[in-house]
Structures are given as C-alpha cells and as structure tokens.
C-alpha cells in the first residue's frame, strides 16, 4: 500500500490549495480515504474523510464548508480543495486509508499513512 500526498505549499490568508493524495497497492474502492492534518504541539486532527464505495463525506467542524473532498476512483486519488484558508489551517496534512468502508475522524482507525505535506498559511 502507497498513499503519496501532494499540492501543499505557503498560501496568503483568504487564499487556496488543493491536495492531492494517490494510492496504490489496493483496491480502491474498498475503503475509505481520510486526510488529517497535525500542527506542532499538537494532536493528529481529523479533517475530512471520504468513503470510495458509496461517495460518503464528512468534514470537521473547522473546515466545514471551507473544504472539500472528492474521491476519482478511475485514478485512484483522493483530492481536498481548501478554500478561505487561515493561519490555524498551517499544519502538515496527512492521508490516511482506512481499515474500513467508510472512514472516521479517528487517526487509529486508519492503517496506511502518506508521509505528509505541508501547508502553511500567512496572516
């Protein structure tokens, strides 16, 4: 299993970015894919999640409404357009495959990670 993040990068507020996250090594539609994201000093945050079988999403709180995931299952990527970044968006972003069809917020139901990316957004 492979999971490679990318399309991170520093980003005025008020801006946007869009992630990219390609997997390989499984069957895609089988499980669901999440992004997370972790600020130094801080937990591993669940940001959204989306299940490839059926298109389910879910977002946190924080991000409702700001991002959006989308699944291609033809190419096996996962992507999260970010719009109205702000500062307390600046982490290292994650994505994750679930051990399960559909995903959750929880970093220790997912059992494959990328190597993250960073995002960083200027005040």
């Known amino acids: 299993v492979k999971l490679v993040e990318s399309g991170g990068g520093l980003v005025q507020a008020g801006g946007s970015l869009r992630l990219s996250c390609v997997a390989s090594?499984?069957?895609?539609?089988?499980?669901?894919i999440g992004w997370f994201r972790q600020a130094p000093g801080k937990e591993r945050e669940g940001v959204s999640w989306?299940?490839?079988?059926?298109?389910?999403?879910q977002y946190s709180d924080s991000v409702r409404g700001r991002f959006t995931i989308a699944s291609d299952n033809a190419k096996n990527t996962v992507s999260l357009q970010m719009n109205e970044l702000k500062p307390e968006d600046t982490a290292v972003y994650y994505c994750?495959?679930?051990?399960?069809?559909?995903?959750?917020?929880?970093?220790?139901?997912?059992?494959?990670w990328g190597q993250g990316i960073q995002v960083t957004v200027s005040s």
């Open positions: 090594g499984f069957t895609f539609d089988d499980y669901a």
């Open positions: 994750a495959r679930s051990t399960r069809t559909l995903g959750s917020r929880e970093p220790n139901e997912y059992a494959y």
């Open positions: 989306i299940s490839n079988f059926d298109g389910t999403t």
